[in-house]
């Protein structure tokens, strides 16, 4: 989900994406119709703060979602990483220590293997 900026935000984040060097372009964030920004070489939607990928066709856009994808599932899988951490200090009972310990363990294996995926992806291209 999108988190809407007033306009002096947006405003605020266009100027400053403008005085880092960034180039507006006359293209439109899909999402929020405000300009995108070429920033160091990537395009950025600087009111959603979000990268933008531009596809001609449907399998463009699947290969192009694949790393955005992994960059959420992991930055999900780190919170609940930091989240069990917490409550793995906090046990006393075996068997609560034993279930988040092997959570833990799956959720690592999630990492993992994003980062397999990232590479097979990265070698293909």
Partial sequence: MVMSLGK???V???SEA???GG???AEACPVCGNPLFEIKGE???VACDKPVV???DKT???RALIPIVLTSLEGVVVEKLDELTGRLAGAVDLGEIDETARTIDSLLSVLRKSEEIRQ???QRD
Avoid: H, N, Q
Wanted: aromatic fraction near 4%; include cysteine; glycine fraction near 4%.
């Fill in 8 to 10: 002096d935000d947006t």
């Fill in 23 to 25: 180039k507006m372009l």
């Fill in 18 to 20: 403008l005085k880092a």
């Fill in 54 to 56: 531009v596809v001609k």
């Fill in 60 to 62: 463009e856009s699947g």
């Fill in 43 to 45: 395009l950025r939607c």
């Fill in 12 to 14: 605020r984040r266009m």
């Fill in 120 to 122: 097979a992806f990265r």
